[in-house]
């Protein structure tokens, strides 16, 4: 059987599964195109040339439209646990089934079925994302057998905190930015929860009270002390991290009070993509183990409504996928030879180079699915100087106050950082050893989002980082998003060429070849 899948609005992501294995997804935004796209032509066709036959199942994703036309569903619409239809159409004069189910559901499923395969009694799933924020108890048959809704649109208020103290954001008719969150996440490492003053602490508990954040009700909270205050000032970086610790403990006492201990946790949704509550989720000491997709947010929802449809017409939502399901690099042209040195790749020489303060664009196979770069679509730079942050942080055009992660070869991991556990998706934070010198990626709290990296989860990568760990003692460098500022990972020479250039960026590695950057008279 292959699945077609289709996620429409942000993120938009198509996905096809044959035969439970992941052959594909593919987020729009890739290939330099706008962040958080909807699927556009471009996407579709890649599929279509990518794909040897046609689908059996065309399964949509429900969604609802945006503005005047926001009353009108696409699909089976955006919630609902029930919300699913199937029929019979034709796709390209093949006659196939035509299914969709809700957004909602596609979470769900997309944490069901990417987690590891086991005999569980009960499962307990959470969504928490721009608009939905419940867990869901799941029996052996992966139905839902208890509903516990605990607050409506936590990544939604999560961001529209950073809008309040952000000047530039309209005081009526504008939606939350979904870049936004990041950010603030980043912000609240500044500053300590216990510091919130009756005014922080009001317009915290204002905010969560709020009915809706759609649009976002800046004007109700002008009386308050964070309205225009500025996204770097210390009141909102206060309030940052008092959000962020009341947002997770709201969701843990629910957890505590109505769910059984000793489940299994799987999380769906963009909050899935904050590290800090990762963290907290795996600490907890209720749940039996944690999982979250590297595609947690909606950028996996493709694939979580290709699960819904395999769960449907067989009862077994298990999928095998790998992270790195993207398309390959396209070499539309080859660097300028007057510009650029092409040798074959010494993993000691780049190590070497690196040690030495060079930034490298590192591209190896298939891209990686989800908006994290796990090593196929990299900058790569050492980390033990904090020049080296401020350094990427330029390059990528970002804010200074933001984080720079590691990638960590998984033997060292517990020497530089505290937790031996594996994390191949990046997806919790865990403190640096004060014995450290890995500056760089160390955040102003004493954390760092790692990336592990093993023989089988990166082989090329792990090469790499056991050449530096020869050199410079341990296998850990600064690992950031290949990608002009505002868009999706590079994909294709061309546009590789054109960031390095205008970015001051000197070497590129592709595949096995080593582009460097000559002198200019």
């Not at 290939?31 to 579709?44: H, K, P, Q, W």
């Not at 909270?221 to 947002?247: H, M, P, W």
Request: hydrophobic residues 40%.
């Amino acid at each position: 059987m292959l699945v077609f899948a289709l996620k429409p609005g942000h993120d938009g992501t198509v996905a096809v599964i044959r035969d439970r294995q992941l052959l594909y997804s593919l987020e729009s935004e890739k290939d330099s195109f706008g962040r958080y796209a909807a699927v556009n032509v471009n996407t579709i066709l890649d599929i279509a040339e990518h794909v040897d036959q046609l689908p059996d199942v065309v399964a949509l994703g429900g969604w609802r439209e945006q503005g005047a036309m926001r009353h009108r569903s696409i699909g089976a619409g955006y919630d609902g646990l029930d919300a699913l239809t199937q029929r019979p159409m034709r796709f390209f004069g093949k006659e196939v089934r035509l299914f969709s189910s809700s957004h909602e559901r596609s979470h769900l499923m997309m944490a069901l079925g990417m987690a590891p395969r086991g005999d569980h009694p009960l499962q307990t799933v959470l969504v928490w994302e721009g608009d939905t924020g419940a867990f869901y108890l799941v029996d052996q048959h992966f139905k839902v057998v208890k509903h516990i809704p605990v607050l409506t649109e936590p990544g939604g208020r999560f961001s529209f905190l950073f809008a309040l103290a952000d000047p530039s954001f309209p005081d009526e008719g504008a939606l939350p930015r979904l870049n936004d969150a990041g950010k603030l996440m980043a912000l609240a490492a500044y500053a300590n929860p216990e510091d919130a003053d009756a005014d922080i602490s009001a317009t915290v508990d204002r905010l969560l009270k709020t009915d809706s954040v759609y649009p976002a009700p800046k004007k109700d909270f002008r009386d308050c002390a964070l309205y225009n205050a500025g996204v770097e000032s210390q009141v909102t970086k206060t309030a940052a991290a008092l959000l962020t610790q009341r947002i997770f403990t709201l969701f843990a006492d629910a957890a505590r009070e109505h769910l059984p201990s000793g489940t299994p946790l799987r999380i769906s949704g963009g909050c899935g993509l904050n590290c800090d509550w990762n963290a907290e989720w795996a600490n907890l000491g209720h749940f039996s183990s944690v999982f979250v997709p590297p595609c947690t947010n909606d950028s996996g929802s493709a694939i979580g409504t290709a699960i819904d449809a395999l769960t449907t017409m067989t009862g077994d939502p298990y999928i095998d996928w790998n992270v790195y399901s993207g398309l390959d690099f396209v070499h539309d042209t080859q660097p300028d030879p007057a510009l650029w040195q092409r040798t074959s790749l010494d993993h000691r020489a780049l190590a070497q180079a690196l040690g030495q303060g060079r930034v490298v664009a590192w591209v190896q196979g298939r891209w990686e699915i989800g908006p994290r770069a796990l090593g196929n679509r990299s900058l790569l730079a050492e980390p033990f100087r904090q020049d080296t942050k401020d350094l990427l942080n330029t390059i990528k055009q970002r804010e200074t106050y933001r984080p720079i992660a590691p990638c960590c070869r998984i033997e060292d991991v517990d020497t530089v950082f505290d937790g031996a556990f594996e994390d191949p998706y990046m997806l919790y934070f865990r403190k640096v050893r004060r014995s450290s010198t890995v500056q760089a990626v160390t955040h102003v709290d004493g954390s760092a989002r790692v990336q592990t990296v093993s023989r089988n989860s990166n082989r090329e990568l792990h090469i790499l980082l056991s050449a530096f760990a020869a050199e410079h003692g341990v296998g850990v460098l600064c690992n950031t998003s290949l990608n002009f500022n505002g868009h999706g990972f590079i994909n294709r020479m061309s546009d590789l060429v054109r960031y390095c250039e205008a970015r001051g960026i000197h070497d590129m590695v592709v595949g096995d070849q080593w582009f460097q950057r000559l002198p200019q008279v």
